[in-house]
């Protein structure tokens, strides 16, 4: 028998690459072969005996097992699923909705647009489809999938955040009383850096001056949407703005051994990693209430429903300064992190995998809605956000007009793609994959 898994790119490091790789240990244990399937692979830090490409993909009997990771478009990867006669799965990472880009990036608004066509062609194909979060689950009965489904959270290699994390960077920043705001996650429209941006500028005027934002991700590939938030943060007049491009993993380490509060304003996420990563180094989460996120925190951190810059700078300032409300928050967080532990995900992963192989009953039914933070508490700071509120007119992302960042060389090898993705999408990925990992990273 084999069970293998497929996905269009396998890199070390992001949560799908890290999904995969644990599941490719966990099915490892079952008595199968397994392999990875892929169009494009990180080759310097993949182990080699983990991944085939996928024409070299064997036809596979039907009692064998395919499980598909999607996050992205893949019109062959849909091919080969559809050539095979095996019992088939989706494991779904989410798609962000294409009209995020729009304005910023042709190529990520064709990728994903790509991307929920081939989820189309895949919903009569499938036998079933595992989720990373409810709220990805509930993603996939709306785009009319009647199958077994399960949600099966993504794998966190907690152990590597027990490295040392960069001392240069804690020496640039650490000991100076600043209170610290952070946000890890690639710069991105559905991330809404704009909002944190403009609810820093508040706090940090009319709350706390000895404040900083650390906006820790990679616009490799917005670079038209990270132009406009610089340009945005100048003409708000905000400084200690650090914006920390693609750096090293330690680094990454070093933003959250520093940070006294994680802000998350994004929405759009199918799971958002980077909350289990603020609750592994206890940091308080604030989070606005958007698609994936109350699923993953249900109930730890304190979630917001209202983007309004004075209220948001002053939950940040009550969750600073009172003690009792901060360690009670740090505790839940502490739970729900327990959760997600490898045990827990692992032996998820090995009961839903063996239910599948042996073909028993294994569909779950769907969670209750998360819960909220205390309404009283909310409604209590944002009262006081109120009364003291400054009248002040802040200026609007809208204002700031959208000013391509795309190169010459950036128009060329985007319409070369193009062109070539319409020949052959696998041919084109694999050269995109080659020039974002090599030459503009």
């Known amino acids: 028998m084999r069970i293998v898994q497929l996905v269009p790119f396998l890199t070390y490091g992001d949560a799908v690459g890290n999904d995969v790789l644990a599941l490719h240990h966990i099915l490892q244990e079952f008595d199968a072969e397994t392999r990875v399937y892929v169009q494009a692979v990180d080759t310097k830090r993949i182990d080699g005996s983990v991944y085939s490409y996928l024409n070299e993909l064997p036809r596979l009997d039907e009692e064998d097992v395919i499980f598909y990771h999607v ?57 079933g489809c595992l989720a990373d979060s409810e709220f990805n689950r509930n993603d996939l009965s709306k785009m009319g999938y009647d199958v077994p489904m ?23 920043y650490a000991g100076d009383d600043y209170v610290n705001i952070l946000f890890v996650g690639r710069i991105a429209p559905n991330k809404k850096q704009e909002d944190i941006i403009k609810s820093f500028y508040y706090y940090k005027k009319y709350v706390n001056p000895k404040s900083r934002l650390f906006l820790v991700g990679n616009w490799n590939g917005q670079e038209t949407y990270f132009d406009r938030l610089q340009r945005y943060a100048a003409a708000l007049g905000v400084e200690d703005i650090v914006f920390s491009g693609h750096i090293a993993f330690k680094e990454i380490l070093a933003y959250y051994h520093l940070a006294d509060i994680f802000l998350c304003m994004s929405e759009h996420e199918g799971f958002c990693v980077p909350l289990l990563e ?6 308080p989460i604030l989070a606005y209430d ?56 692992a032996n998820t992963a090995r009961s839903l995998v063996s239910a599948i192989v042996e073909g028993k009953e294994w569909s779950a039914a769907p969670l209750a809605d ?71 990273s």
């Open 71 to 127: 996050a992205s478009g893949s019109p062959e990867m849909v091919q080969a699923l559809k050539k095979q006669r095996c019992r088939r799965y989706i494991i779904y990472h989410n798609i962000t909705p294409p009209e995020f880009f729009s304005g910023y990036s042709e190529p990520a608004v064709i990728a994903t647009k790509q991307a929920f066509d081939d989820m189309e062609h895949l919903r009569t194909v499938v036998s």
């Open 150 to 172: 399960a949600v099966l959270p993504i794998v966190v290699p907690f152990e590597d955040y027990a490295a040392e994390p960069s001392a240069e960077v804690l020496a640039r």
């Open 278 to 283: 603020a609750m592994y180094f206890h940091v």
């Open 290 to 345: 958007s698609t994936a996120i109350p699923y993953t925190l249900r109930g730890a951190g304190l979630v917001f429903s209202s983007k309004e810059p004075a209220e948001v700078a002053y939950l940040i300032d009550q969750v600073i300064h009172d003690e009792t409300l901060r360690q009670a928050m740090l505790e839940g967080q502490q739970q729900r992190l327990e959760y997600f532990s490898y045990d827990h995900i």
């Open 370 to 440: 998360p819960l909220r933070a205390s309404g009283e508490l909310q409604t209590a700071i944002l009262q006081e956000a109120s009364r003291t509120q400054s009248k002040e007119e802040l200026l609007s992302f809208a204002q700031i007009p959208v000013r391509s960042q795309e190169s010459l060389c950036h128009r060329i090898l985007a319409k070369g793609y193009r062109a070539v993705y319409s020949l052959c999408p696998s041919f084109a990925d694999k050269v995109k994959f080659y020039i974002k990992r090599h030459i503009l």
